[in-house]
């Protein structure tokens, strides 16, 4: 009984303790976006309009993922991922 207890909230506490150690997004403005690109921020809102590079909404600003981004440019040009057709999805169904 008491050891179910104690087996229980250390579970309760190791399993905080890894989702606190996950890395979280790091979401760049439009201008850090650029920087990290080493491009004009209007390539990058040129991106989002071809639907390149899908940003994220924080109210009426734009967020760009900074692991995106770098996946973004680290692919070839004109090859397409699963990612890009499910965000095309996405985009298409407005949801």
């Given at each position: 009984?008491?050891?179910?207890?104690?087996?229980?909230?250390?579970?309760?506490?190791?399993?905080?303790?890894?989702?606190?150690?996950?890395?979280?997004?790091?979401?760049?403005?439009?201008?850090?976006?650029?920087?990290?690109?080493?491009?004009?921020?209007n390539v990058i809102?040129?991106?989002?309009?071809?639907?390149?590079?899908l940003p994220k909404?924080?109210?009426?600003?734009?967020?760009?993922?900074?692991?995106?981004?770098?996946?973004?440019?680290?692919?070839?040009?004109?090859?397409v991922t699963d990612?890009?057709?499910?965000?095309?999805?996405?985009?298409?169904?407005?949801?």
């Amino acid at each position: 009984m008491v050891r179910d207890a104690v087996r229980d909230v250390l579970r309760d506490e190791l399993r905080n303790l890894t989702e606190a150690a996950k890395p979280r997004a790091r979401y760049l403005t439009a201008q850090q976006a650029a920087d990290v690109a080493q491009v004009n921020p209007n390539v990058i809102y040129k991106w989002v309009s071809q639907g390149k590079l899908l940003p994220k909404r924080a109210g009426n600003r734009l967020r760009f993922a900074q692991d995106d981004l770098e996946r973004f440019m680290s692919r070839k040009e004109g090859e397409v991922t699963d990612q890009d057709l499910d965000e095309k999805v996405v985009r298409m169904l407005g949801a």
